[in-house]
């Protein structure tokens, strides 16, 4: 079949489209699938069939109406100018891609997958996986000129993708390493990306050499990658420019972009915190870092978590508060990559605000948490609640312990100086008087000063009486 022959659309038109429990026909991945992934691999050119498209397990027919399955996408290229670099950037344009066809919903990347197909795509003949390999081979290299040879394998059959499970996994962590030893001051270019925009018009991902894309599957070496074999496409450079606030992660050049980029809806953007102008997050972040008000802390969530947070919220109900390009402070989309980053929300703490961690997510980033902070972050085997959070928490002595009390302190005085203030007693702060006289007169100032005064009396005076 050729890419015309398809019996249903493609286009960048259907980017965006939800496809809704009641429609789907059949869900493939998802949160409540355990195991599922997509990878792409460079292989030398004789290792590739051009054009190959290949099925290990069921095919759609067979697939019952309104369930669903893990699904595993291998994609395979090779050309003369293709470098592994572009592994990972290859593996987010299936995101891409997927959804521009009629019916389809493509949602995250790597090992969270979720894609949803229509009944009604399906009715029209879209009932193949081979539709779908057709699709990402014909984009690629019309997108991609440099690959030369492309092949497509869809796994359904679970114990074939239990076998390449780890495997795929231990591959994304050594691509992930490689930019482990950089930092953001030795670059002069950042990279933007948009891809997620046709779900979050104003969101754009800023990816540093410390701060990977919120998807987690786009390094700096990724968007450099991208950038150079696609200059017109969804990945580019970001010239970083003046240095507002290195520790707080401001730069003149993320500004300027993310001001034409969302077409004015966002124009200031601190990298390292989730409370001062923070990064924006579209909806295929891996984690959520989320304010716990009750204990001043962060807690971080990742996507396959199963039940509820600490604060008794599940993944969904706090991604419908982070997602949607917006600047949410205190709710902040990230890569589970980040979290090994030195620059790890630093303007808020770093880990000495992290409350809460899943200890699937600790367990993976366990040697990056400092050494004295491990035993203090406690996880769901430790706590199930707030009430439960806050006795961990002074039990360890977590560092946020020691910042109740001063904000107990400051909260207290706020609340004299507010209660003086509306009883009439007292105006706290700064105060001029001048004194006139010969020459200009006098000017005395009490600073830290609180005046009390049983009636003030305003008078007008005539410049006109002597």
Not at 41 to 51: A, H, S, T
Not at 55 to 69: A, K, M, N, Y
Not at 312 to 319: D, E, I, K, R, V
């Amino acid at each position: 079949m050729s890419f015309e022959e398809l019996p249903v659309q493609c286009g960048v038109v259907f980017e965006g489209e939800r496809i809704r429990r009641g429609d789907m026909q059949v869900e493939l991945g998802g949160p409540k699938s355990e195991q599922k992934f997509e990878i792409a691999y460079v292989r030398p050119l004789g290792q590739v069939e051009d054009g190959k498209i290949e099925i290990v397990g069921q095919d759609l027919p067979q697939i019952e109406e309104g369930s669903r399955v893990p699904l595993g996408i291998v994609v395979e290229v090779a050309g003369k100018e293709v470098e592994e670099d572009l592994e990972g950037v290859i593996e987010r344009r299936i995101h891409e891609f997927i959804n521009f066809v009629e019916g389809m919903m493509h949602l995250n990347q790597r090992g969270d997958i979720w894609i949803r197909l229509s009944k009604k795509s399906y009715q029209k003949g879209f009932n193949s996986f081979k539709h779908l390999g057709t699709v990402l081979v014909h984009l690629f290299k019309t997108d991609l000129p440099i690959i030369e040879k492309i092949q497509v394998t869809f796994i359904t059959d679970t114990d074939k993708i239990a076998e390449l499970y780890d495997e795929v996994l231990a591959r994304y962590d050594a691509r992930d390493a490689r930019t482990r030893g950089l930092k953001d001051e030795e670059v002069d270019t950042f990279y933007g990306c948009q891809l997620c925009q046709s779900f979050a018009p104003t969101h754009m991902c800023v990816i540093t050499a410390q701060r990977y894309a919120n998807c987690g599957a786009i390094s700096w070496f990724d968007g450099r990658a991208a950038a150079r074999v696609d200059p017109k496409g969804p990945l580019f450079g970001i010239p970083k420019g003046k240095v507002i606030d290195g520790f707080k992660g401001e730069y003149e050049g993320v500004n300027q972009s993310y001001k034409e980029k969302t077409l004015g809806s966002v124009t200031e953007v601190c990298l390292y915190s989730a409370f001062e102008k923070p990064h924006t997050s579209c909806g295929c972040f891996e984690a959520i870092a989320f304010i716990i008000p009750e204990v001043d802390g962060l807690g971080v969530m990742h996507r396959d978590f199963k039940g509820n947070a600490v604060n008794g919220l599940p993944f969904s109900t706090m991604a419908d508060s982070t997602a949607g390009g917006r600047q949410i402070p205190g709710f902040h989309g990230l890569a589970i990559e980040y979290l090994r980053s030195p620059k790890f929300l630093q303007v808020d703490g770093g880990w000495e605000r992290i409350v809460w961690l899943p200890k699937a997510v600790k367990d993976r980033v366990a040697e990056f948490i400092p050494k004295e902070m491990v035993d203090k972050i406690p996880t769901e085997n430790d706590v199930s609640d707030i009430e439960e959070l806050k006795t961990y928490l002074e039990d360890h002595t977590h560092p946020v312990v020691k910042r109740w009390a001063e904000l107990g302190a400051a909260a207290r005085l706020e609340e004299e100086e507010r209660a003086e203030t509306e009883a009439g007693l007292a105006v706290p702060g700064q105060m001029v008087a001048t004194v006139p006289g010969v020459g200009g007169g006098l000017q005395i100032i009490f600073k830290n000063a609180r005046i009390y005064a049983e009636k003030v009396i305003i008078k007008r005076i005539d410049k006109r009486r002597k």
